[in-house]
C-alpha cells in the first residue's frame, strides 16, 4: 500500500462521490500519484477557472488527497496512473474531513499512546516505473505532537500487509486543511 488510501467515513454518510476537481498547472515540478497529498496553490486557470493545486508541503495546510487524474489524450497516453512534472492536467482528489485515509508511517512506528495525536504528511515525491506511478508520501512519525498545525489527525492503528498492528501503517483523518483549521491533539 502506497500513499494515503481512502478507508472509511466519520461522517454519516457514504463516502462515495466526495471529490473536488482540481487543475494542476504545466508548471507543477514533480510527478503526482494517486494517493499523494495536494494543495490548493490560490491561483486558478484562466481558462476554465478552476482551481490550480500541487504537492503539499509539510507544515502547510492541505486540500486533499488525489483519488485520480483526468484522462491526457494529447499523445494518447491512456495508460499512465499519474500526472508528470511539467504536464498540465486534471486532479480529481478527496477533500472530505469525515474521511479515513490508511498510510505507511516513516521515521519510526507510531505507539497506541500516538492515537488522537496530529503529524503532518511526509511529502516524498511518486516514482514510476513503466506506465505505474506510486505515490511515496507517508505519515511523518518524527512530526507527531498535539499541535492544531499539523496536517493529519491519527485515528488509529492500522494493519500492515502481514496483517500485524505494529504502527508501520496509521489511520488519519484531515486536521489542518485550507478548507477548515485543525485541533489540538489529545
Known amino acids: 500500500m502506497n500513499g494515503f488510501t481512502i478507508d472509511l467515513s466519520q461522517g454519516s454518510s457514504d463516502h462515495n462521490g466526495k471529490l473536488e476537481t482540481y487543475n494542476v498547472a504545466a508548471s507543477h515540478a514533480t510527478l503526482l500519484a494517486i494517493g499523494d497529498v495536494v494543495t490548493i496553490t490560490g491561483t486558478a486557470t484562466a481558462a476554465d477557472g478552476v482551481a490550480e493545486a500541487d504537492a503539499a508541503e509539510q507544515d502547510a495546510p492541505v486540500t486533499g488527497v488525489v483519488a485520480g ?38 521515521g519510526g512506528n507510531l505507539a497506541a499512546a500516538d ?18 506511478v506510486v505515490s511515496n508520501m507517508a505519515l511523518d512519525s518524527t512530526t507527531k505532537a498535539a499541535t492544531a498545525t499539523l496536517q ?9 500487509e502481514s496483517g500485524e ?21 489529545v
Open 152 to 160: 493529519f489527525r491519527i485515528v488509529g492503528i492500522a494493519a500492515n
Open 115 to 132: 492515537v488522537g495525536l496530529n503529524a503532518d504528511a511526509d511529502v516524498t515525491a511518486a516514482t514510476k516505473s513503466g506506465g505505474l
Open 69 to 106: 487524474f483526468e484522462p491526457t489524450f494529447v499523445g494518447e497516453a491512456l495508460s499512465q496512473t499519474g500526472l508528470a512534472a511539467l504536464t498540465a492536467g486534471k486532479a480529481r482528489c478527496h477533500i472530505d474531513p469525515n474521511l479515513n485515509f490508511i498510510v505507511p508511517v516513516s
Open 165 to 185: 498492528f505494529d504502527g508501520s501503517f496509521a489511520r488519519v483523518r484531515f486536521n489542518n486543511s485550507t478548507l477548515s483549521t485543525g485541533s489540538a491533539g
